[in-house]
């Protein structure tokens, strides 16, 4: 399996939270993990950044924000150019999939923890 270089925005240090979660499943899966959160902080060796990082060869934005809290996200995601963006329970956002598809950017409603344990990440 190849590894697919993922960025968790709404990434979190909280335990009981998805992101935390996702992060943690992805690193366990072997994928390549970049963490953008609220808090700076690691999860399973993943340094959590606070600030729209330059980034290149992202397959993957897997995204833990509500629809309001995207806003802000919506040019640097377009420019980071990835494969696609999955918008997991509680992040979907019409306005935000139109954007993307304009960007040939495939959009995935789904939640990423499944896809995972599923083996259909």
Excluded: W
Aim: hydrophobic share 40%; charged share 20%; glycine share 6%.
């Amino acid at each position: 399996m190849k590894s697919k270089k993922t960025l968790v925005l709404g990434a979190s240090v909280r335990p009981e939270r998805y992101a935390f979660m996702a992060v943690n499943s992805l690193v366990e899966k072997g994928h390549s993990v970049v963490g953008i959160g609220h808090t700076v902080g690691e999860v399973a060796g993943v340094k959590i950044q606070t600030k729209h990082i330059p980034l290149k060869n992202i397959d993957t934005v897997t995204l833990y924000l509500n629809p309001v809290r995207q806003r802000e996200y919506y040019n640097y995601i377009v420019g980071l150019k990835p494969k696609r963006v999955i918008f997991n329970p509680g992040t979907e956002n019409p306005e935000f999939y139109q954007l993307l598809k304009a960007n040939n950017i495939k959009v995935d409603v789904a939640c990423t923890l499944v896809l995972l344990s599923t083996n259909q990440y």
